[in-house]
């Protein structure tokens, strides 16, 4: 077996695996934001990650401070509307309108000069089918799917500013500087509700534990280092998974389910994602 297979299937492991974790993370989120709210959740759980990351900013050059900076205010703001969507919406319709940052990412290139052939024509047709069919699965598109929608939207333009940025930088020290970044972003947005309402998070500590260390460290570290042994459109077919993984968790974990309107949806949704990513392996 050569080097290159070996480091193959580790990275191919490694990113299924984070596939797993987020899909874990969205009935966990939802849970929390029960009683916690979206600025103090990011506030805390990116502290966690932060306090264990902090040997990782020993050495940190100019450069990466500012890339990772970058990167960190692209994170905060597309968590921030992934949260406050989730506030209103399912687990499960949460991570299928998320995994429509992969048509996006496309439709980014053509700002680069790429064109867009007639494949992601059709995934973005399937997807707004998807859109169209979930919609009526609660009374048409609601705020919580335009903000979610609005994440998928920040979390293609990460994904395409990582994919440039991350081969300069250690992987940890990367996260790092984008982790200490949301920090204080985050906790800007959650002074006014600490000063009025306090923490509040005494009964969350496990969750939060589980989502600063596991979910948020966890994720950042190994897409860097995954991306690094599997070819991109390798990676992306991976990543359709997460939602079908989030729904299986927040059916388990939540009792959550889909009516056939939201299942017509999330199977159009699931399909353009897959149609779009496909492509991009061409």
């Known amino acids: 077996m050569t080097a290159f297979a ?3 299937q580790k990275g191919t492991v490694l990113l299924l695996l984070i596939t797993v974790i987020w899909g874990t993370s969205f009935p966990v989120l939802k849970d929390t934001l029960g009683s916690v709210h979206p600025a103090v959740l990011i506030a805390v759980r990116y502290s966690i990650a932060a306090i264990a990351l902090l040997p990782w900013l020993r050495r940190v050059s100019r450069q990466l ?3 990772g900076a970058l990167l960190g205010a692209i994170l905060f703001a597309e968590t921030a509307c992934a ?10 319709r949460s991570a299928f309108i998320i995994g429509l940052n992969v048509i996006v990412v496309p439709f980014l290139g053509v700002l680069m000069g790429k064109q867009l052939s007639r494949r992601v024509l059709a995934a973005a047709g399937l997807a ?5 069919a979930m919609s009526w699965d609660g009374g048409g598109l609601s705020l919580g799917d335009a903000l979610t929608l609005a994440s998928a939207v920040g979390i293609a333009v990460y994904i395409v500013l990582l994919g440039a940025i991350a081969p300069r930088h250690p992987s940890l020290s990367l996260a790092a500087v984008q982790i200490w970044t949301v920090v204080g972003l985050g906790a800007i947005w959650a ?6 309402q306090g923490l509040g998070v005494s009964d969350r500590i496990p969750e939060l534990v589980y989502l600063g260390l596991v979910v948020t460290i966890g994720p ?5 280092a995954g991306q690094r042994w599997v070819p991109a459109h390798e990676a992306a077919l991976l990543y359709t998974l997460e939602p079908v993984f ?37």
């Open 6 to 8: 070996t480091t193959h």
């Open 65 to 67: 401070l500012r890339d």
């Open 83 to 92: 949260l406050t969507g989730l506030d209103t919406i399912s687990a499960s």
């Open 128 to 132: 707004a089918m998807g859109m169209g």
């Open 191 to 196: 002074l006014p509700e600490v000063l009025h």
């Open 220 to 224: 950042l570290w190994g897409q860097a």
């Open 246 to 282: 989030a729904t299986g968790f927040s059916i388990v974990l939540l009792g959550e389910g889909l009516n056939l309107n939201g299942a017509i949806g999330a199977a159009c949704i699931l399909a353009a994602t897959v149609v779009s990513r496909v492509n991009h392996s061409a």
